[in-house]
């Protein structure tokens, strides 16, 4: 499978705990999203890269919330002192972005990582 | 802040009836993208719109792109049961920024 993957799929975990999701995206992919989803909502922008440097960081974002992506291919996202209103659909999805390629920029999701604090 | 809204936000269509969605952005856009996502799912790329005035056609879905870059929609003829799910207009503006909507989410009675 090709695809971008997530880890975990799911995740509980009590308030106040650390928790850290990964994600690898498509191999050639140079651009990698995080959002975050709930319930009858359209995801929610956190954070992206353009390989391995963070370009942009949502002001909604906490500063709980940390993401890297070292090496420019897999990411991670960490959400410290977790507390109930961080229970969500984490969606990653990543992108062949610029230089000309042609391509529709069009973000390929993965399955998302669904938290549950309680 | 820069603002991307869908209407409506739900919408209930008989199959065989046709089915619209428009997409406004507070924000002049450099393209804009339509994804799917079914129950369950996650979002599934539909298509970009990069041109002001652009139209495209898949099957029997129509997309549009406002002359001003900063309305959209989306017309479905012939509602299936398989175009149910939830569909998300996406803005980008000059500044690389992404913007989700908020989707509009269709349900179609067999």
């Known amino acids: 499978d090709t695809g971008v993957s997530q880890n975990p799929r799911h995740k509980i975990t009590k308030r106040g705990q650390n928790v850290t999701f990964r994600c690898d995206p498509i191999?050639?992919?140079?651009?990698l999203y995080w959002y975050r989803q709930t319930l009858g909502q359209g995801p929610e922008f956190l954070t992206y890269?353009?390989?391995?440097?963070?370009?942009?960081k949502s002001r909604l974002l906490s500063d709980r919330f940390s993401a890297e992506r070292p090496k420019g291919s897999f990411s991670t996202l960490e959400i410290q002192r977790t507390e109930q209103g961080d229970s969500a659909m984490y969606l990653c999805?990543?992108?062949?972005?610029?230089?000309?390629?042609?391509?529709?920029?069009?973000?390929?999701f993965g399955p998302g990582t669904r938290l549950t604090v309680l | 802040g820069q603002q991307v809204m869908q209407i409506p936000q739900y919408q209930h269509v008989q199959e065989g009836e046709d089915f619209t969605t428009y997409c406004n952005s507070s924000?002049?856009?450099?393209?804009i993208q339509w994804y799917k996502q079914r129950p369950g799912g996650h979002p599934v790329f539909l298509i970009q719109?990069?041109?002001?005035?652009e139209v495209k056609k898949q099957k029997r879905l129509t997309f549009q792109f406002g002359e001003a870059k900063k309305n959209s929609s989306l017309h479905i003829t012939a509602t299936q049961t398989t175009d149910v799910g939830t569909y998300f207009c996406?803005?980008?503006?000059?500044?690389?920024?992404?913007?989700f909507g908020p989707g509009t989410s269709l349900s179609v009675i067999p």
């Open positions: 999805a990543s992108s062949l972005d610029g230089y000309g390629t042609g391509s529709p920029n069009e973000q390929f």
């Open positions: 191999s050639e992919h140079n651009r």
């Open positions: 890269f353009q390989n391995e440097a963070q370009l942009e």
């Open positions: 924000t002049t856009l450099s393209n």
């Open positions: 719109l990069v041109k002001s005035g």
């Open positions: 996406v803005g980008k503006t000059s500044y690389d920024k992404v913007i």
